[in-house]
C-alpha cells in the first residue's frame, strides 16, 4: 500500500469541483486550494472544508503537495505550470496546455526534463465504448479508413447575452471554439485511429460580435442585457469548420460550434472504413454505432464483454449510466497510477497537450491565410 497522494487545486470554479471529486475518487488527498483572491480561496475552501493557500508560491512550498491540479483561465497555464514543474511537482493542467504553440513546446519540454507525470484532460478517451471504438480500429475490423467526420456543438453562448473570460482572446487565447473544445474532437479522432493530421484548411466566424463586458458565465435569455450594459467587441469565433488530411490520405471534416441550439456537449464522430463504419456520441455515452453494409449493430459498455480497456473502464454493469464525472474520475486515477510508476493505457500527457497546440496553431494559421496549411509533425510519446 502506497501512501496517498496529496493534491492542491488551483482554481475554484466547476472545473475545479472535478478535479476535486476526482482526486478524492483516486484515493489523494486535497491538501488546499488557491483562489483567484483570497476572499474567493476563503469561500471556496469554506464549502469544501479545506485550507486555503495566501498564493501558489505557499502552495507549491507545501511538502503535503505531490501534485497540483491547475484549473485556471488559459492565459495562467504556462506561468503557474513552470512554477509548479520547477517547483517538483506532478501536474495535471487543464486544456489548453497554454495559449500559443511555443509556451506550449516549452512545457511540454519541461516536462519531459523534471521526469515528473504531467497530463491534461482529455477526458474523453475514458468513456468505455471509446476504448472500444479504439480497439476495434487498430485492430482492422473496420478495414482501411475511407472518410471520418464530426462535430462538437454546444449553445451556451447562443445567447447574446451571454458571456465569459474564454471570450477574452487576453485570457483564453486567440482561439476559442476551437481550441476549447475542437481540441477534444481532433485529440479522440487522432487517438482512436492512430492517423495524424498533416495538413488541413480551416474557415473560422464570430457569429455574435458583441458581448456584455461582465465576466462570470451566464446562461441568461438573449433579451436580459440591460439598458446599461456595457457591451465589448469579440475577436474568439463562435464556429469553426476544418478540412483535414491524415498522413495516411484519409479525409476528415470538423464542425465545431458554440451557438448551436439545443447542444450541450455532442461530441460526435463517425469512422467510415472499407468494411465497417462506427458511430459514438458523447450525449449518449453507453453505446457505440457500428454498421456494414448488411447490418447494423448497437454495442453498449459492459464490463463482462468487449475490449480489455472498455472493460476496465466499465465501473458500472451495463445498463447503468456511467457519465463525464467518472471520465475525469478515471483520468485523475490513471495520473495518479502513473506517479507511482504504473503506465496506464492512452494517459493524456504534455505531449498530448503539445499535440493539440500545434493543431490549433494550424488552424489559425489557415484561417487567417485562407488555405491549406500543413500541420507540424506530432511529437514523439
Known amino acids: 500500500m502506497r501512501e496517498p497522494l496529496g493534491a492542491a487545486i488551483v482554481g475554484t470554479g466547476l472545473v475545479a469541483g472535478l ?55 488559459n492565459a495562467l497555464h504556462h506561468g503557474m505550470a513552470k512554477a509548479a514543474l520547477r517547483a517538483g511537482k506532478h501536474l495535471v493542467c487543464e486544456k489548453p496546455l497554454a495559449t500559443t504553440l511555443a509556451e506550449a513546446t516549452e ?15 482529455f477526458v474523453y478517451r475514458y468513456h468505455p465504448v471509446v476504448r472500444e471504438a479504439r480497439a476495434r480500429v487498430l485492430g482492422g475490423e473496420l478495414g482501411p479508413l475511407q472518410l ?3 462535430s462538437y456543438l ?33 485529440d479522440l479522432v487522432e487517438w482512436v485511429t492512430g492517423q495524424r493530421f498533416t495538413s488541413l484548411v480551416a474557415a473560422l466566424q464570430t457569429t455574435v460580435g458583441r458581448r456584455p463586458a ?54 460526435w464522430f ?10 459514438f456520441d458523447q450525449e449518449e455515452p453507453e453505446r457505440l454505432w457500428i454498421g456494414s453494409a448488411e447490418a447494423v449493430e448497437l ?29 475525469f474520475d478515471a483520468f485523475v486515477g490513471d495520473t495518479y497510477a502513473a506517479i507511482a510508476g504504473g503506465a496506464p493505457e492512452g494517459l493524456p500527457t504534455f505531449t498530448d497537450g503539445l499535440r493539440s497546440a500545434q493543431v490549433v496553431e494550424a488552424v489559425l494559421r489557415s484561417a487567417a491565410q485562407g488555405g491549406w496549411v500543413a500541420v507540424a509533425a506530432a511529437p514523439a510519446p
Open 19 to 73: 478535479h476535486r471529486r476526482a482526486i478524492g475518487a483516486a484515493g489523494g488527498i486535497l491538501r488546499g486550494l488557491v483562489g483567484s483572491s483570497p476572499e474567493r480561496g476563503r469561500e471556496a475552501a469554506g464549502r469544501w472544508g479545506v485550507p486555503a493557500y495566501p498564493d501558489l508560491e505557499a502552495a507549491l512550498a507545501d511538502r503535503a503537495v505531490d501534485v497540483v491540479h491547475l484549473c485556471t483561465p
Open 107 to 121: 512545457l511540454e519540454a519541461l516536462a519531459r526534463a523534471s521526469a515528473r507525470v504531467a497530463t491534461v484532460p
Open 148 to 150: 471520418i467526420h464530426g
Open 154 to 186: 454546444q449553445d451556451w453562448l447562443l445567447s447574446p447575452a451571454a458571456t465569459n473570460w474564454r471570450v477574452d482572446a487576453a485570457r483564453g487565447g486567440a482561439s476559442r471554439a476551437f481550441a476549447d473544445i475542437g481540441s477534444h474532437w481532433c
Open 214 to 267: 461582465r465576466s462570470l458565465l451566464t446562461f441568461a435569455a438573449a433579451d436580459s442585457s440591460g439598458p446599461e450594459e456595457v457591451l465589448v467587441p469579440v475577436s474568439t469565433e463562435d464556429v469553426a469548420v476544418v478540412l483535414l488530411r491524415t498522413g495516411e490520405g484519409t479525409l476528415c471534416t470538423a464542425t465545431i460550434s458554440q451557438v448551436s441550439a439545443g447542444r450541450k456537449n455532442r461530441l
Open 270 to 279: 463517425e469512422i467510415d472504413g472499407a468494411r465497417r463504419s462506427l458511430v
Open 299 to 327: 454495442r453498449v459498455k459492459d464490463p463482462t464483454r468487449g475490449s480489455a480497456e472498455q472493460r476496465r473502464l466499465a465501473v458500472l454493469p451495463a445498463g447503468l449510466t456511467q457519465g463525464y464525472q467518472e471520465c
